[in-house]
């Protein structure tokens, strides 16, 4: 039997996603590095080779937040490349764009557009992108989220027919004694430390509920499936509380 999806298509019209991350945007990095111990970093690089593997030319980084994934490709890529990051917190992308300054003073790297705006609405022409990647932003899109559906269908609107999206995201482990480590960690420490560091109680409380109660591996690949692209890899990350998806737009 399939999974249930229960909460794609409820109603939180009320919810007031945007507004955290410019509550958080100050401290996001910071508790980010500590939550993850640091691994955070190393699974961005991860994502970047796999999205550069096949040589698109035109990526497209979705929830870009404060740019880690985008400077990520920007490092690695050759100078041809287009790289456009997309969010729709001008906080976060304001902490990007400063990131990005900083970096291409020091070094030369491609060009990035930072761009504002909804995944549910997206400003792109049919099939743009050879590749598209999502880190830690594709359970904003489709967690209790009543626009699931939409963000999904603009992804792959924006994707060229055989391009790859590349989602790195949280996952509940397959190990119920991971699993219960693992909700233990998100129900405990991460609303309450990350409160304390962001000043966002609420924020932190909404980031650690959508990660402890978001979907496995396998269920994540099936809403894929579901909306149009074919799964080619995935790959358990930090005993699966992470995992690292390749589809393909069919
Ligand atoms: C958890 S952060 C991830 C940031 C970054 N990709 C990373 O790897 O750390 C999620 C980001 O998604 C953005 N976001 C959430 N829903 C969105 C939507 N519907 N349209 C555009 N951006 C959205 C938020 O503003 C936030 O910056």
């Not at 924006?158 to 233990?184: K, M």
């Not at 402890?212 to 799964?231: D, W």
Request: contains cysteine.
């Amino acid at each position: 039997m399939g999974p249930e999806f229960s909460h794609m298509g409820d109603k939180r019209e009320d919810f007031p996603l945007q507004n955290y991350y410019s509550d958080i945007y100050k401290s996001y990095d910071r508790v980010n590095h500590i939550f993850t111990f640091g691994r955070d970093r190393h699974w961005r690089q991860k994502a970047a080779a796999k999205c550069l593997d096949a040589g698109p030319k035109q990526i497209l980084d979705l929830c870009t937040g404060t740019g880690d994934f985008v400077l990520e490709l920007a490092h690695r890529a050759q100078e041809n490349i287009q790289l456009t990051g997309y969010d729709f917190s001008p906080d976060m992308l304001a902490v990007g764009r400063e990131k990005y300054t900083r970096i291409s003073e020091l070094k030369e790297i491609p060009t990035i557009a930072f761009v504002e705006g909804d995944v549910g609405d997206m400003p792109f022409e049919d099939n743009r992108f050879d590749a598209i990647g999502i880190t830690f932003g594709i359970r904003n899109l489709v967690y209790e989220n009543s626009n699931a559906s939409r963000h999904l269908s603009e992804i792959s609107r924006v994707l060229r027919p055989g391009g790859e999206l590349i989602i790195l995201e949280s996952s509940r482990p397959d190990s119920s004694l991971w699993r219960f480590f693992n909700t233990l960690y998100l129900q405990l420490i991460l609303p309450y430390l990350g409160g304390m560091i962001s000043g966002n109680l609420k924020a932190y409380r909404y980031l650690a509920s959508s990660s402890k109660n978001y979907y496995s591996m396998g269920e994540m690949g099936t809403i894929l499936e579901e909306a149009g692209f074919e799964v080619t890899s995935g790959q358990p990350l930090f005993l699966g509380s992470v995992m690292l998806l390749v589809a393909n737009k069919k």
